[in-house]
């Protein structure tokens, strides 16, 4: 069916202000990631999710960041109390398995601009 | 200095032209992922390899383990390759999506 959908698809919010984004993995993958790519950087690993457990969070920059996975399927990324330096797009992607051969498979992400 | 490493930043190539974007890393690593991402910003996955050599279409992978170095061809460049393409490296023992990224080679071909 679908590849992956993330959503919104551009975020505009005001520092302080919290955020949540979405993501829905390709059905029957159990795994899960979010990334973020600030302008002019590389991408970064955010969290993995393993069905609606987070085996590895080390990538999240602070506790501002969290993310839950419900259902095996959505999962939402939220952002508390905004600064300028979160306005970057937050990638997710899937895959059917955690380890071996699963290919990656991405959204389109989420532009995230905090004035 | 980063644990995956690009070269060259910056590609310019005419089109048909054989084009070569190398990787090198300094972890131990389970997987090698050959990305690319388009000018809108969407990411395609187009090689995971652990060993040896993976070909698909005009593009071909390789990785020397021994070596820690990785290149990905295209053969018979076509402006539609325009984008950048990007090396991840999942760390050995890591989940496989916990990866460490290169900054990416900017690829323009002309017609």
């Known amino acids: 069916g679908a590849g992956v959908s993330q959503s919104p698809s551009n975020k505009v919010t005001e520092k302080g202000k919290d955020v949540e984004l979405r993501c829905d993995p390709i059905?029957?993958?159990?795994?899960l990631y979010w990334y973020r790519q600030r302008l002019g950087q590389g991408l970064e690993f955010l969290i993995y999710f393993q069905g609606n457990s987070a085996p590895d969070k080390s990538g999240l920059p602070s506790d501002r960041f969290s993310a839950e996975r419900t259902g095996e399927s959505v999962s939402t990324l939220t952002i508390q109390r905004t600064q300028q330096e979160d306005s970057a797009v937050y990638l997710c992607a899937s895959s059917l398995s955690g380890t071996g051969n699963s290919p990656l498979h991405f959204g389109n992400g989420t532009r995230l601009t905090v004035t | 200095k980063n644990e995956v490493e690009q070269s060259p930043q910056n590609l310019t190539a005419q089109e048909g032209e054989f084009i070569t974007i190398n990787c090198s890393y300094s972890v131990g690593i389970s997987a090698l992922h050959w990305l690319q991402q388009h000018p809108g910003g969407g990411i395609v996955s187009l090689f995971m390899l652990s060993s040896g050599k993976k070909k698909h279409g005009r593009l071909i992978a390789t990785i020397n383990i021994q070596e820690k170095h990785s290149s990905l061809h295209i053969t018979a460049s076509h402006p539609r390759d325009s984008a950048v393409y990007i090396c991840?490296?999942?760390?050995?023992?890591?989940?496989?999506?916990?990866?460490?990224f290169g900054k990416g080679t900017k690829l323009s071909v002309k017609p």
């Open positions: 991840a490296a999942t760390n050995y023992g890591g989940s496989q999506g916990n990866l460490i």
């Open positions: 059905s029957g993958h159990t795994a």
